[in-house]
């Protein structure tokens, strides 16, 4: 069974940084592209940005500039630096990864469970 775990949530006041990591463990085969998605009250799940396998990265337009992802491949970690946040970052962020486990090496997309992210003040 493969699994993504995130952790780093909270609430910060606009301006503040926060930093969210999100793991994947389990009979995993491979992984290639890693990336971020939110969600906030009301909208549909956006993009946020995402990294391939050789850590070449994409943003949304929204986060250029403030929001950074990077990846540990040794500790099949991926991370989401956000600096200078604002009340409209506000959402829930989930973790997404396509990876294949040890007895399918079907490559699919996995879900972390999201966590909270609240700027205010």
């Known amino acids: 069974q493969v699994q993504l775990v995130e952790s780093g949530g909270g609430l910060v006041q606009p301006g503040g940084s926060l930093r969210l990591s999100c793991a994947a463990s389990g009979t995993i085969f491979s992984i290639n592209a890693m990336g971020w998605y939110r969600q906030a009250p009301g909208k549909q799940r956006e993009l946020v940005g995402s990294?391939?396998?050789?850590?070449?990265?994409t943003y949304a337009d929204s986060v250029k500039g403030r929001f950074t992802i990077s990846r540990d491949n040794a500790k099949n970690t991926v991370y989401l630096q956000m600096n200078s946040l604002k009340p409209e970052d506000t959402a829930v962020y989930y973790c997404?990864?396509?990876?294949?486990?040890?007895?399918?090496?079907?490559?699919?997309?996995?879900w972390g469970q999201g966590t909270q992210v609240t700027v205010s003040s």
């Open positions: 990294i391939t396998s050789g850590g070449t990265t």
């Open positions: 997404n990864a396509d990876m294949s486990s040890l007895s399918s090496r079907y490559l699919r997309p996995y």
